[in-house]
Each structure stands twice: as C-alpha cells, then as structure tokens.
C-alpha cells in the first residue's frame, strides 16, 4: 500500500534550468572560458554542483581544483539568484495538492542546499509538503539512498509504501537503492533511455499520470 509520495526537486517539481545556467556561465565566464546555451544544462544538472561544473568546464581544465574555484564562485551569486526564473511545472502543484487531499504524505529528496530547497517549494507551492530534505552535513547525496531513507524515517513510513519520482537516473537509482517505486518522469532535463537504464518501473509524461500508477499499485 502506497502512503507516501517522494519528489525530486529540481527538473520535477520546479523548472530551474535557466537560473542553474545563468549562474554557472557567469561563474565560467569570469575565469575566461566559453558558455553554454541553457539546454545544455540538461545534462550537465542532475549530480550535484560540482559535477554540473565539471561538465561545464573545457576537458582540460577539469581539475578538481578548477571546479572548486568555479563553485566559490557560482555559490555567492547563486545563493542570491537561485529563484530568480525558477517555476513549478505545468500540472505539478495541483497533483501534490491532490494527492495530499487524498491523504498521502508528500515530500522532498534533493541534492539542493537545505535552505535554498526551503524556500524554493515554499514559494511554488506553499507548505504543502510534509518534509522538505536537501542537502545536509555528513548526508551523501543522491543517488546514496540515505537521504531517502531518512526523510522515510521522520515521515513514519516504510520504503515499500512509497513511491520516488524524479526526472533523471540519480533519482530513480535512488529510489531503487532505497526500495520505493522508482518512477522517472519525462518534463525534466533527461530522457527516458536514462531512466529506464536505471531502473525506473514507470515512465511517466504528465504528471496526472502519477495518480493513476499509485492506483494501479493500491488496488
């Protein structure tokens, strides 16, 4: 039985590609090297800030050294520019309201800073959210299931009562690592060969789909 629904944040619940993209090329650009049209962020997204950095970068100037000067950087302009052309998705805030109308525990799994993460669902979508877990000291990030595991925990739910959507493979690994239903979602930045190579059970393309999945599975 399904009680709880998991989401990713960035690329499923809020559109943050533009903002990722402005901060990375101004950071980039200031040390010289050349930008990156904002589509291309779809790949480079997804791992975490060094790794976005890293693809970022020219091949060889991807030093570990080199994405840390970048990331001092990004972090400062990002910490205050992070919302600035961030949006929720089309459909999304009304299928976690419905699904909390229902009476489904609804939640946050995400690489994100915890206070940027905070803020960020609060103003696209109120305090819907039964927990909102990004990124804390000592916690792996994703696709590591502890973070998962623990947001599973404070929520008082098991693994198999709950489903993880996300729009890219760290997802669905991460909700394959930590037993949920992995179900990966095509709006985002990623394509379904990647989710389905991780394990995504469902692939979704409108996010009134989930409702129907979780259906199937309570049945």
Known sequence: MIKAVLF??????????IDLADGVNRAIASKGYPTHP?????????DG??????????????TADEVNEIKDIFLPYYAVHYADNTYAYAGMPELVNKLKNQGFIVAVVTNKEQHMA?????????NVFDLVFGKRDGIPAKPDPTAALMAMKELGVKPQECVFIGDSG??????????????????????????LANGARYIISKPQELLDIIEELNK
């Open 8 to 17: 990713d944040l960035d690329g499923t619940l809020a559109d943050s590609l």
């Open 49 to 62: 800030i060094p790794k976005m950095i890293e693809r970022a970068l020219p091949p060889e100037h991807r």
């Open 38 to 46: 904002v589509d291309a962020f779809k790949y480079f997204a997804g």
């Open 118 to 126: 905070n803020e960020v669902v609060t103003s696209l979508y109120g």
């Open 170 to 195: 760290m997802d669905v690994a991460t909700a394959v690592n930590s037993g949920a239903v992995p179900v990966g979602e095509l709006w985002g930045f990623r394509k379904e060969d990647e989710l």
